[in-house]
């Protein structure tokens, strides 16, 4: 009766180290996306500016929109008026009317 050979073959050494090269990259993209995953949450934060923490808005006027840069910030409120303060001492220092025709 002959027997039946049921020993596993060897791997190639090319298979082999192609499996290694696959598992060292998949490990580096996994460490990258983590990379730019935290420096964009250490980062985020610090890119945009502090936001005051009260704005005194004219009698009657009501805050639908807001925008902000380095020296002011803008208002825009439902009367159709945009009203621009300083962002050092929060003082009003323009009051635009938009003229919708």
């Known amino acids: 009766m002959p027997m039946s050979?049921?020993?596993?073959?060897?791997?190639?050494?090319?298979?082999?180290?192609?499996?290694?090269?696959v598992t060292v990259l998949t490990g580096t993209m996994i460490a990258g996306l983590l990379v730019l995953i935290?420096?964009?949450?250490?980062?985020?934060?610090?890119?945009?500016?502090?936001?005051?923490?009260t704005i005194t808005l004219p009698d009657?006027?009501?805050?639908?929109?807001?925008?902000a840069t380095a020296g002011w910030y803008a208002v825009?409120?439902?009367?159709?008026?945009?009203?621009?303060?300083?962002r050092t001492d929060g003082q009003?220092?323009?009051d635009i009317t938009v003229q919708m025709d």
């Open 5 to 21: 050979d049921d020993s596993p073959t060897p791997e190639p050494g090319n298979l082999r180290f192609l499996r290694l090269l």
């Open 38 to 53: 935290a420096l964009l949450v250490i980062r985020f934060p610090s890119a945009t500016p502090p936001l005051p923490d």
């Open 60 to 67: 009657g006027a009501r805050a639908q929109a807001f925008t």
């Open 76 to 86: 825009i409120t439902t009367d159709d008026r945009i009203l621009i303060y300083n």
């Open 92 to 94: 009003l220092r323009q």
